[in-house]
């Protein structure tokens, strides 16, 4: 089956520590692979994706995440932490069919990011 | 910056009464999405939707939802007869692209609470 793991449901952090939330998942073929942080009283704000390419992938707020095939994982991460990093955060995989991917997102359940000063 | 904006914030209605969820798209946005998210538990996609047809449904997505693009900047979620199970956090998001190539990523609205007593 399809799924998305977030293995973590909150993670606390030093501000200004080194951050990881961690994400793994599972899909037949080639993954896409996103992360999306929600604020209190607000929608889901894309961060970042891996498509193809660099394993690297930056994103909006200094985030980046790593791409692991071997692992199935797609770690976030930011060197530096700040408090108004503190929020949910997401990671999601496209579905695929046998067609190939489709428009669906398949969601973890979350992760609490919580920093503190 | 263009943004994906839901109407309204919270809606409580009776059991056995229809709703209407409303959302505006980004305006170039051809793709469009509703998700919901029960409390406490996972972003669960409902349906895509695309060239004024359905594009894609999950299981959830039965007799009793319908979408409709009315007009060409509305995106509605209508749930006929709503169930207790109905209540939760409903999700409308919207991407330039579907599944293939750039710009595939969804950007989503800041949902709509649906409580049903």
């Known amino acids: 089956a399809q799924s998305v793991a977030q293995p973590e449901d909150q993670v606390n952090v030093a501000e200004g520590n080194p951050l990881t939330v961690k994400c793994t998942y599972s899909?037949?073929?080639?993954?896409?692979l996103f992360w999306y942080v929600q604020y209190p009283n607000r929608g889901l704000q894309f961060l970042l994706k891996y498509i193809t390419g660099d394993n690297l992938v930056k994103g909006s707020y200094g985030f980046e995440a790593e791409f692991n095939k071997s692992q199935t994982s797609f770690h976030l991460k930011k060197p530096s932490a700040l408090v108004s990093d503190s929020a949910l955060y997401f990671c999601a995989v496209r579905a695929r069919n046998y067609g190939g991917a489709t428009n669906k997102l398949i969601f973890g359940t979350g992760t609490l990011l919580a920093i503190q000063p | 910056e263009p943004e994906v904006t839901q109407t309204p914030s919270h809606q409580v209605t009776q059991m056995g009464q229809e709703v209407i969820l409303r959302c505006v798209p980004i305006?170039?946005?051809?793709?469009f999405y509703w998700y919901r998210q029960i409390l406490g538990q996972k972003v669960e996609f409902l349906v895509s939707?695309?060239?004024?047809?359905?594009?894609?449904k999950s299981e959830i997505f039965d007799d009793q939802f319908s979408v409709e693009r009315p007009d060409g900047s509305n995106f509605t979620l209508k749930i006929r007869s709503t169930k207790l199970e109905d209540s939760a956090m409903y999700f409308c998001?919207?991407?330039?692209?579907?599944?293939?190539?750039?710009?595939?990523?969804?950007?989503f609205g800041q949902g709509t609470r649906l409580t049903v007593v």
């Open positions: 305006s170039n946005h051809l793709y």
């Open positions: 899909v037949s073929g080639n993954p896409y």
């Open positions: 939707f695309y060239n004024n047809e359905i594009s894609e």
């Open positions: 998001a919207s991407s330039y692209r579907g599944f293939l190539g750039m710009n595939t990523e969804a950007f």
